[in-house]
């Protein structure tokens, strides 16, 4: 229902209204109602989803009005079980069609690409209890292609790389396998940055978790079906 009204309103109508809508889902409830607040969240990235899904690049700059909400939903969920989970979701959903339609390099821009990929990253950390593989990894490829600039992707891969020496195989083992994507996605784009990665590819062929160590060993696989040579001269 609420596409359909936008349909029938110009950019100068309806940017006021999507204003007071990222408002409304924090304000006029008393700072004890979590409850309430992750709820009229829900409703907002419900529709965000829907809105940005729908509406593809015509709508990029309103990502602008996002960014500092989504980072810090982000940062403030305990997306274990229940409404915080759900909500989880629906941002990650969000932030993933934002990625996906950019043509006007908004997530170029460092402020922006700033402001969400540390957070996005530092979300491997619920991989003990949540299947990161459909919200998170995907979200996380996307940010890598629409970023597009050596900089940003040397940046975000050195941070996914530093979950490969967590204490947890949970961890890894989600970073190993978005580590495979970003591969299938970006091919060489992605493999210029090899030098960096091989040293954690090296520890993880004997992870003391067998599964980390098969993916890793499929990683190393997607590599050279891509390089179309082999590793294990790099790996010695």
Wanted: hydrophobic share 45%; proline share 3%.
């Amino acid at each position: 229902m609420a596409l359909r009204m936008i349909y029938k309103l110009n950019d100068a109508a309806f940017r006021p209204v999507f204003a007071q809508l990222m408002e409304w889902s924090i304000s006029d409830l008393p700072k004890e109602d979590r409850l309430g607040r992750i709820l009229r969240q829900q409703s907002l990235y419900a529709f965000l989803l829907a809105f940005f899904d729908n509406l593809k690049s015509i709508v990029t700059s309103y990502a602008s009005y996002v960014v500092d909400s989504a980072a810090a939903t982000l940062k403030m969920l305990n997306p274990k079980t229940g409404e915080d989970q759900e909500l989880w979701k629906r941002v990650l959903k969000t932030l993933r069609k934002c990625f996906e339609h950019d043509q006007d390099d908004f997530w170029q821009a460092p402020a922006h690409f700033a402001a969400i990929a540390p957070v996005l990253v530092e979300q491997f950390l619920h991989a003990s209890s949540l299947d990161l593989s459909e919200e998170l990894m995907p979200a996380v490829v996307e940010l890598a292609a629409t970023a597009d600039s050596q900089e940003h992707q040397k940046e975000l891969n050195g941070a996914v790389l530093r979950h490969l020496r967590s204490e947890l195989a949970s961890v890894r083992l989600a970073t190993v396998r978005c580590q495979q994507m970003l591969t299938d996605r970006l091919g060489e784009e992605w493999l210029a940055m090899l030098p960096e990665m091989l040293p954690y590819i090296s520890e993880l062929q004997d992870d003391d978790d067998e599964v980390v160590e098969k993916e890793t060993h499929r990683w190393i696989a997607k590599i050279e079906g891509v390089l179309g040579e082999s590793l294990d001269s790099m790996l010695q």
